[in-house]
């Protein structure tokens, strides 16, 4: 029968079903200028299997795998602990979680993995002579191939790739020698982008180093100076609280006494609002510390609150910290430029006093090794980590002269601009990797 003739109906010869699964057969035609070929004929699944449970007192090194590194050493665990086969992972076999798959969870085992055994709930399998596992694993992670991986998902619910079912999809393949060169081309713009990304982890380094030569910080550990195995003392006129979290760290000045967080501020601080979080774009954003990055700019996940209370309207340079949960002490410094915004009720809003104190020194400030330092040794360790409005008043600062604090700001905000220069290089070259790896492959 000659199909072309109906442009609504599509037919497939019995002897190509494999599942009574419409969606499969309705997929794009993948087109390239390289062969078509199915994938199992190139993969052999991989079953080979250790008895943890007839190792009672030896330890197992155990894979995981997630959508950012693929395979990685998750966990060490006691052979007795363990009450199943678990699967060997052997150098260039891939691993997926087969219900997960849509996201990206696979991996490649390299040497940089030490570890072995994996879950029996993942499929493990291998690459025949004539497909690189390297080139198989970029492809996997392209956004054309998990279109395809999407089209080939059985389950309404829970959607599953199965090893039969992946066998079917249809990739291109160019010959050996090109693959190598394919997957060469592309690891070269990924290594370039990794370096780019520890420059700027060094810039960062360097400016916490600068911070703390300039203003003469050093920390001591409390516990390690007091050479004591098992007690701690502390004078009683230094107690600001009755827990034995409090004063683990403490941050010493070589050249400026310190002084506080109240020192510096107008009015008292206020929290923000038990708004609810609503999907629905305003003339006004929702602030919530999930959106706030570690450099203190802010994400690009943008709501809106449910209701706008006037009092929770953010002016130039109000200073917001983290008052609870993971991220407890990260800090923010709004300005005008990020429009108009109020915040949520895990935020603390600061007045500053800007006779006494540039807003940009506080924000790096609050970035340094040294405030950290304060944090971690300050926050209440209950169900989430929590420190106070009034806890964060009395927060030790080093307030040098404006002028000192203005040199800081001039050469910080320099090195701030390459971190963020080199972020955003590193960013696109991550993605020309991926685009140009698809370009390649798919027409």
């Known amino acids: 029968m000659n199909s072309s003739a109906f442009s609504y109906l599509n037919f497939i010869h019995f002897s190509q079903l494999n599942l009574w699964d419409f969606k499969r057969y309705i997929s794009k035609v993948v087109s390239s200028k390289y062969p078509i070929v199915k994938l199992a004929n190139f993969i052999n699944e991989e079953n080979k299997r250790i008895k943890p449970f007839d190792f009672p007192e030896e330890k197992f090194e155990i894979l995981g795998v997630n959508n950012k590194t693929g395979l990685f050493d998750a966990y060490i665990e006691d052979g007795n ?74 389950g309404s619910v829970r959607q599953t790739l199965s090893f039969s079912s992946m066998g079917q999809i249809r990739i291109p393949l160019p010959s050996l020698e090109k693959q190598k060169e394919i997957v060469d081309r592309y690891n070269a713009k990924i290594k370039l982008a990794e370096e780019q990304e520890k420059e700027a982890q060094n810039l960062e380094q360097e400016i916490d180093q600068y911070i703390c030569e300039t203003l003469g910080i050093k920390i001591q550990n409390q516990l390690e100076q007091n050479k004591i195995s098992y007690l701690n003392f502390t004078s009683l006129k230094k107690l600001s609280r009755w827990d034995v979290y409090n004063n683990k760290n403490q941050v010493l000045s070589t050249k400026y006494n310190f002084g506080k967080l109240k020192d510096i501020i107008i009015g008292k601080p206020l929290y923000g609002a038990g708004e609810k979080g609503i999907n629905r774009k305003t003339d006004v954003r929702y602030i919530r510390i999930t959106d706030i990055n570690e450099d203190g700019s802010l994400n690009n996940d943008v709501i809106s609150a449910e209701n706008v209370d006037e009092k929770y309207l953010l002016k130039e340079n109000d200073f917001l910290i983290a008052r609870s949960g993971n991220t407890v002490g990260k800090t923010f410094l709004y300005k005008e430029n990020f429009g108009k915004c109020i915040y949520a009720g895990y935020l603390i809003k600061f007045t500053l006093n800007l006779q006494k104190i540039i807003p940009e020194y506080l924000l790096y400030y609050t970035k340094s090794t040294a405030y950290k330092a304060w944090i971690n040794s300050n926050q209440r360790a209950n169900a989430q980590p929590n420190i106070n409005s009034n806890e964060y008043l009395n927060s030790p600062i080093i307030i040098p002269e404006i002028q000192i604090q203005q040199r800081l700001v001039e050469t910080i905000s320099l090195k701030k601009e390459k971190i963020h220069n080199l972020k955003e290089t590193s960013e696109q070259n991550h993605q020309f990797a991926q685009e140009e790896f698809e370009k390649e492959l798919f027409e």
Request: hydrophobic letters at 35%; a positive charge; charged letters at 25%.
């Open 81 to 154: 602990k363990i009450n199943q086969p678990y699967k060997i992972v052997e150098n260039g076999f891939l691993a997926y979680n087969p219900y997960r798959i849509n996201v990206g969870s696979i991996g490649l085992k390299t040497k940089d993995q030490k570890y072995k055994y994996i879950s029996p709930a993942y499929v493990v399998f291998s690459c025949k002579k004539d497909l690189l596992p390297e080139f198989l694993y970029i492809l996997f992670r392209t956004d054309k191939f998990n279109e395809l991986i999407r089209e080939n998902t059985t």
